[in-house]
C-alpha cells in the first residue's frame, strides 16, 4: 500500500494555490475536484485571456496549462508571464504528442509536460513536485521576508507592502506586525506580545497593545480583506479569512 502523502502548504501555512485553465470543461472540471481533494485553492480558467487575469487576482502557486485554447493561447500566455518576470511554475496539458512542440513548451520557459489522455495521479505527482522545487527556491532567496495573504514584510530593508503597495510604520507597529508574521494562525496573548515587543522591563499596561493593533489594522487592513484578528478573552492572531 503506497503511502499517503504529506499535505503541502505555502510557507505562511495557507492552501497551495493552482491555477488550471483548459477549456475543456469537463477536464478542467476534474482537475479541480482532484487538487481541492489535495487540500489545495484552485482557481480555472477557459480562456488564455482568463489565465493571464486570474494570474493577476489569484497569484497561484502553480499553473496548469493548455496549449490550444480560444483566443491567446497557451504558449502566448507563457511567453506574457514570462516576459513580466513571472516565474511560477507551469505545468502544460496538450494533446499533441510531437516532440517538437514538447521542446517548444519547455523551451518557452515551461517547466513540465504531460500529454492527453494523462493519468490524474501522475498530474498531482508532477505538481506537487514542481511546487516543492519552487517553495524551495522562494525560501532560499527571501528567509528575510515574511508573508502573509498578498502582505509582505521585509526583515533587512524594514518595507511593508501589501498588494504591491508600501505601508509606512514605526518601529513599534514594524516589530509588532513582525512578531504577528512569525507567528501566523497562532493567537498571541496580550502578554506574549508585550514580552516580546515592547521586553519584560516595558512594565506598561496591556492597553498599550490594544492600541497598537488598532493602529496596525487602520494601515494593513484598510484596503484590503482583514488580516489581524481578536480572539475574545485569548488574544490576537494574523491569518487570511477563507
Known amino acids: 500500500?503506497?503511502?499517503?502523502?504529506?499535505?503541502?502548504?505555502?510557507?505562511?501555512?495557507?492552501?497551495?494555490?493552482a491555477l488550471v485553465a483548459d477549456d475543456e470543461e469537463y477536464l478542467a472540471d476534474l482537475l479541480r475536484m482532484t487538487l481541492r481533494a489535495e487540500g489545495w485553492e484552485v482557481r480555472v480558467a477557459a480562456t488564455g485571456r482568463q489565465a493571464l487575469d486570474a494570474v493577476r487576482e489569484f497569484v497561484p502557486d502553480i499553473i496548469v496549462l493548455d496549449i490550444m485554447m480560444p483566443g491567446i493561447d497557451g504558449?502566448?500566455?507563457?511567453?506574457?508571464?514570462?516576459?513580466?518576470?513571472?516565474?511560477?511554475p507551469v505545468l502544460f496539458l496538450t494533446a499533441k504528442e510531437d516532440l517538437d512542440d514538447r521542446i517548444a513548451g519547455i523551451a518557452e520557459g515551461g517547466d513540465d509536460y504531460v500529454t492527453k489522455p494523462f493519468s490524474l495521479e501522475e498530474v498531482v505527482v508532477r505538481l506537487r513536485a514542481l511546487v516543492?522545487?519552487?517553495?524551495?527556491?522562494?525560501?532560499?532567496?527571501?528567509?528575510?521576508?515574511?508573508?502573509?495573504?498578498?502582505?509582505?514584510?521585509?526583515?533587512?530593508?524594514?518595507?511593508?507592502?501589501?498588494?504591491g503597495e508600501r505601508i509606512t510604520l514605526t518601529s513599534t507597529e514594524f516589530e509588532l506586525l513582525r512578531y504577528l508574521m512569525k507567528n501566523p494562525r497562532h493567537v498571541l496573548s496580550k502578554s506574549q506580545l508585550l514580552d516580546e515587543v515592547w521586553g519584560y522591563d516595558f512594565g506598561g499596561k496591556s492597553s498599550i497593545v490594544e492600541l497598537y493593533i488598532s493602529y496596525l489594522r487602520k494601515k494593513i487592513d484598510s484596503n484590503g480583506a482583514p488580516l489581524i484578528h481578536t480572539v475574545r478573552g485569548v488574544g490576537y492572531t494574523i491569518r487570511e479569512e477563507a
Not at 500500500?1 to 494555490?17: A, C, E, K, Q
Not at 504558449?75 to 511560477?88: F, G, I
Open 1 to 17: 500500500m503506497s503511502p499517503v502523502p504529506t499535505p503541502m502548504s505555502r510557507p505562511d501555512g495557507t492552501p497551495i494555490r
Open 132 to 163: 516543492r522545487r519552487h517553495i524551495k527556491v522562494l525560501s532560499a532567496e527571501d528567509e528575510h521576508i515574511l508573508r502573509v495573504a498578498d502582505l509582505e514584510l521585509n526583515e533587512d530593508t524594514y518595507e511593508v507592502f501589501r498588494s
Open 75 to 88: 504558449m502566448e500566455v507563457l511567453r506574457r508571464l514570462r516576459d513580466a518576470k513571472d516565474d511560477t
